[in-house]
């Protein structure tokens, strides 16, 4: 297992395609405190104080996954789930917003980046950014008024690096189980998604849109302008209406 770690760095994404760029391993984990420019989809800042778990993983998919890399998303936000959900004090009490975060009482608690290299038109590597709000205290995103929350209060370990093992561990682990995992990895990811039925916001062209359905492909339908429209993981980013709850 290949961890490397930095006290602060500009973002964990950055430095891991470095890496892969030089061929480091399959699972090769960068980890930092801190990151400075941290980003989300859409090359939104994702913050990144300390006491976060902010890492990039290095991947090599498999030539199915190579063939269905819209269902990698999926695969790594039930991985990052499952292993988190070992070392919280409550058990499933989380739950996935399209596309890419976890949330705690419908607040951003955990999200995940992916960014892929292709050479002559094939997938080269992928790296995987996870931020989580792990031990990131509450009054923080009170301060700077964020729509955030935090698993501070509710993890069992203080020890960041047992849960980012455990982490990596389930990522590779779903990983090299697809094909054959995928429709237990849909039906638990579809289970834990409470949006169907839900009024968004398109944030690419700012139009409502309403949450119809996932499909075992692992894309997202939605109805906008009384028009049905399939998107694959990754393909749109929703604003969720919240007063509708």
């Not at 039906?187 to 949450?211: C, D, H, M, T, W």
Request: aromatic share 12%; charged share 25%.
């Amino acid at each position: 297992m290949v961890i490397i770690y930095y006290k602060q760095v500009t973002s964990t994404m950055d430095i891991a395609h470095d890496y892969a760029s030089k061929n480091f391993p399959h699972g090769t984990i960068i980890l930092a405190d801190i990151q400075t420019e941290g980003r989300g989809r859409l090359r939104r800042k994702w913050i990144s104080p300390e006491g976060g778990l902010w890492f990039s993983i290095i991947l090599y998919p498999s030539i199915y996954l190579k063939k269905k890399i819209d269902c990698l998303g999926i695969l790594i936000s039930v991985a990052v789930y499952k292993a988190l959900d070992i070392f919280l004090k409550e058990k499933d009490i989380l739950n996935f917003k399209w596309p890419n975060d976890l949330e705690l009482n419908k607040k951003k608690v955990a999200g995940i980046l992916l960014e892929s290299i292709y050479e002559n038109n094939e997938i080269k590597y992928i790296i995987a950014g996870v931020g989580i709000n792990l031990f990131v205290e509450q009054s923080y995103f009170q301060k700077y008024d964020i729509d955030a929350t935090s698993l501070k209060d509710l993890v069992l370990v203080e020890d960041k690096l047992i849960i980012l093992k455990e982490i990596r561990n389930q990522i590779l682990s779903h990983i090299a189980d697809y094909p054959d995992n995928w429709d237990y990895v849909f039906q638990f990811y579809k289970s834990r998604f409470p949006y169907i039925g839900s009024n968004a916001v398109n944030r690419l062209n700012g139009k409502e849109v309403k949450i119809v359905d996932i499909d075992d492909n692992g894309s997202i339908i939605l109805e906008e302008e009384n028009k049905i429209k399939k998107y694959p993981w990754g393909g749109i980013s929703l604003e969720i209406k919240r007063i509708t709850y």
